[in-house]
């Protein structure tokens, strides 16, 4: 019985990832503003954007300011706070 049930939680496990999908992946080209061990500064247009280095990223060549890059990344969340609706909108169905 444990390993049946063992068994169901692995299929659970998977089929949740499978449904989920890949971490869609983004990308943005510009010169280099500025670079320090843990970020790298863009300039996209008018805007600068500054993207996070982690110590899994990879990088080839010479990174620095002035050279023209393109960045891969992803955008995941780390936190979501759900705020209540207001009240006004519910006092306004009592009527």
Do not use: C
């Not at 049930?5 to 500025?34: C, D, H, N, R, W």
Request: charged share 25%; aromatic share 4%; hydrophobic share 40%.
């Amino acid at each position: 019985m444990k390993h049946i049930m063992g068994l169901v939680a692995i299929i659970v496990l998977i089929s949740s990832v499978a449904f989920a999908g890949p971490v869609k992946t983004y990308q943005v080209t510009g010169p280099v503003l500025e670079v320090s061990n843990d970020m790298v500064a863009v300039q996209k247009g008018q805007d600068r954007w500054e993207i996070a280095l982690g110590p899994d990223t990879k990088v080839t060549g010479d990174l620095k300011v002035g050279s023209k890059v393109t960045i891969e990344y992803r955008m995941t969340a780390t936190k979501v706070d759900v705020k209540e609706q207001a009240k006004a909108k519910e006092t306004k169905g009592k009527k």
